[in-house]
């Protein structure tokens, strides 16, 4: 049985491909979440109006690879100390979130950030957001899997 996992951490191409090399994850699917439209597209979510954010939802085997090992990736593959954007990727649709579907992950998610926040590992604290899962809206088919389609790459830290 897989659980699924959400992540905003900028332009979620990059976030794909990185989610997709783990062993243990199942599918990523690259949409929009966290906001107040419905079903919206692509030009919407870029206009920073709909509280949207460019998201991966990880479905993956929880006995093959942990909640929290994603959770860790998370936070290596990206900035989680940038406040709305990612390099030169500016907005709230760009912002570090994880959408917790059930209060387990939530717990998870704030422990970890609370491990790494006090570890001094970053020079800054850490922006990341933790929010309540809410509807996931698939991206449009041109923007699923990409990087692996397009080739090229995308700025996301450790990559």
């Keep these: 049985m897989t659980e ?6 900028g332009c ?7 989610f997709r090399e783990m062993p243990g994850v199942t599918d990523v699917v690259v949409g ?9 597209d692509y030009q919407q979510v870029c206009s920073d109006k709909t509280g949207h ?34 390099g030169a990727d500016l907005g709230s649709q760009y912002r570090s979130v994880i959408f917790a579907h059930d209060p387990s992950q939530r717990e998870t998610a704030e422990q970890v950030k ?14 990341t957001s933790i929010e309540p899962a809410k509807t996931f809206w698939p991206a449009e088919d041109y923007h699923q899997r990409y990087l692996e389609k397009n080739g090229g ?3 996301v830290s450790g990559s």
């Design 114 to 127: 609370s491990e790494l926040d006090d570890s001094g590992r970053f020079k800054r604290p850490i922006a």
């Design 32 to 40: 929009y979440t966290g906001g107040h439209v419905d079903n919206p």
């Design 4 to 9: 699924k996992a959400t992540f905003g951490a």
């Design 153 to 155: 790459s995308c700025a």
């Design 53 to 86: 954010a460019e998201a991966c939802e990880v479905e993956f085997d929880p006995e093959a690879i942990s909640y929290e090992a994603l959770l860790r990736a998370f936070f290596e593959l990206h900035d989680p100390t940038q406040v709305n954007g990612q």
């Design 12 to 18: 979620f191409w990059g976030v794909e491909v990185r």
